[in-house]
């Protein structure tokens, strides 16, 4: 047998991981669940007042992971702190990953999520990327589902609001060293939140950043880990303080566009002919993977008014097609928000000004950005019938 010392170093770390989660240690099993009760129950907090990521449900999930018996029984049990020890890998080497998603209530009563499949998949493929363990989504969606049963009250019912949850994986290996850790614990929490804009849309001014990037193709932009958040906090407090809500993030000497703030970026064109055209950067490793992203490009698609491309575009090819006129509609897009118009974009000493609807000078969203907007949201309260609507309950 070929030895692996002479296997390139990335084949090696391939062959690691599967020897480390595939040896026939437990699995991750929604079976083995337990369920502890919190005795006193907290005050839900006004619709009203919901602030996002502020108010917390009664009860968490968690599971502890180790390398030699593999996966504990999951719990679900009162919120709290957890003890870790200060040595533990996720506070030196950002050993760290999670997802966002929502549940929701529909006319009905029912509690929906919106493509939880996809969730599972991506914070698998972001476990794998930083070397944490894998588990079985299906199994880990079984429990999510168990938990929106004990903290339903929790759910705010009205379209905008819904309970925010995160997943989160960190590694708990008590070691200072530079290795996949050989000890993980995967959890997660529940916020209610209420309608990302209160009053309406508000679309935003963007700073196209030339001097900081978000992620570079082959890293670890695709993964949606802490990492890639925390170097976006600096250029995002320099945006503000020049008078941008978000950055437009550049890639490349040419200034490729990417992403905006933490969202994916959509671009609605007129191509030479004339006809209409949506654009969005491809997925090269260097961007996450949306669910609303792909949600945006598979309703298009069934549309069928208009082509779908994934395609690079620089800030200066963007530039010349809003002053060409060709550049009809522009929005971000995210669990969040579901779609974040944007109205003007500061670059290279300039103020670019992108158009909203031209039917409505007071209009703080063009007609396709709404309509976007509204089919996704009819699909996760349910107002229609659609295989991405998961029903809990």
């Known amino acids: 047998m070929l030895s692996t010392r002479f296997l390139p170093s990335f084949k090696r770390g391939v062959l690691h991981q599967a020897k480390r989660f595939n040896s026939g240690v437990a699995e991750l099993s929604a079976s083995k669940l337990q369920i502890k009760k919190a005795d006193v129950l907290k005050p839900l907090v006004a619709t009203d007042q919901l602030v996002f990521g502020k108010t917390f449900t009664d009860h968490m999930v968690s599971v502890d992971w180790d390398e030699t018996t593999g996966w504990s029984d999951p719990v679900i049990h009162p919120y709290g ?23 929701y209530k529909d006319k009905n009563g029912k509690i929906r999520l919106f493509r939880p499949d996809m969730n599972m998949q991506r914070m698998n493929k972001s476990t794998a990327r930083i070397a944490l363990p894998q588990f079985d989504g299906d199994e880990f969606l079984k429990i999510i589902s168990e938990y929106l049963k004990i903290d339903e009250r929790w759910i705010p019912e009205g379209r905008g609001y819904s309970l925010y949850l995160r997943p989160t994986m960190i590694g708990t ?30 679309a935003v001014r963007l700073f196209a950043t030339t001097e900081y990037i978000r992620a570079w193709p082959r890293g670890t932009g695709s993964a949606k880990i802490g990492g890639n ?36 970026l959509f671009m609605l064109l007129k191509d030479e ?65 579901v779609v974040s118009p944007i109205k003007e974009i500061g670059y290279m000493g300039e103020d670019i000004m992108i158009p909203l609807d031209p039917k409505d000078p007071t209009a703080q969203a063009g007609p396709y950005t709404k309509r976007f907007n509204d089919a996704i949201n009819a699909i996760q309260y349910g107002d229609i019938d659609h295989p991405w609507s998961y029903v809990v309950n």
């Not at 702190?81 to 549940?103: D, L, Q, R, T, W």
């Not at 170097?231 to 890639?251: S, T």
């Open 273 to 337: 002919h004339g006809d209409l055209e949506l654009v969005t950067p491809p997925l090269d490793g260097s961007i996450l993977p949306g669910v609303t992203r792909d949600s945006i490009i598979q309703l298009a698609k069934d549309w069928n008014e208009f082509k779908v491309t994934e395609r690079n575009m620089t800030m200066p090819e963007l530039r010349d097609l809003v002053k060409q006129g060709r550049v009809v509609e522009m929005f971000g897009c995210g669990t969040a928000c």
């Open 229 to 264: 958040y925390a170097l976006g906090l600096l250029p995002q407090r320099l945006a503000a303080k020049a008078g941008y809500q978000q950055n437009l993030w550049l890639f490349g000497e040419d200034h490729q566009l990417t992403e905006v703030g933490t969202m994916n």
């Open 81 to 103: 702190n957890f003890s870790i020890a200060p040595s533990a890998v996720v506070f030196h080497y950002a050993s760290e990953c999670f997802e966002g998603m929502k549940a």
């Open 173 to 202: 290996q008590e070691m200072l060293g530079v290795n996949p850790p050989t000890n993980a614990k995967l959890f997660m929490i529940g916020c209610p939140v209420g309608p990302y804009y209160r009053t309406g849309f508000n």
